[in-house]
Nanobody, 123 residues
Framework: QVHLVESGGGLVQAGGSLRLSCVAS????????MGWYRQAPGQQRELVAT???????NYADSAKGRFTISRTNAENTVYLQMNSLKPEDTAVYYC?????????????????WGQGTQVTVSS
């Protein structure tokens, strides 16, 4: 089993910054990619940013230029530095990891999700 634990959410004024962290633990053989998604009330969950084990990144248009995703492979940790926050960034932010685990003599690959951390940006 693999567990993802997020931290760093909170309440911030518009224009402020927050840094989210997510640590993956458990029976991990390798992590292919990690990322952040968010879900606002009444909205679908949407991509914010992803990063591969090789360091390739992908951002939603809404995050480009304001958010930076980074990763520490040795510690199975991913970060999301969020600057110039806007009220529309208010959402629950979820960590995601594309993980390979060893099952018997083979590896199994699947997605895992954290419980989410609330980010609230006041105007």
């Amino acid at each position: 089993q693999v567990h993802l634990v997020e931290s760093g959410g909170g309440l911030v004024q518009a224009g402020g910054s927050l840094r989210l962290s997510c640590v993956a633990s458990g029976s991990i053989f390798s992590i292919v990619a990690m990322g952040w998604y968010r879900q606002a009330p009444g909205q679908q969950r949407e991509l914010v940013a992803t990063i591969t084990s090789g360091g390739s990144t992908n951002y939603a248009d809404s995050a480009k230029g304001r958010f930076t995703i980074s990763r520490t492979n040795a510690e199975n940790t991913v970060y999301l530095q969020m600057n110039s926050l806007k009220p529309e960034d208010t959402a629950v932010y979820y960590c995601n990891a594309d993980v390979q685990t060893i099952v018997g003599r083979t590896t199994v690959r699947r997605d895992y999700w954290g419980q989410g951390t609330q980010v609230t940006v006041s105007s």
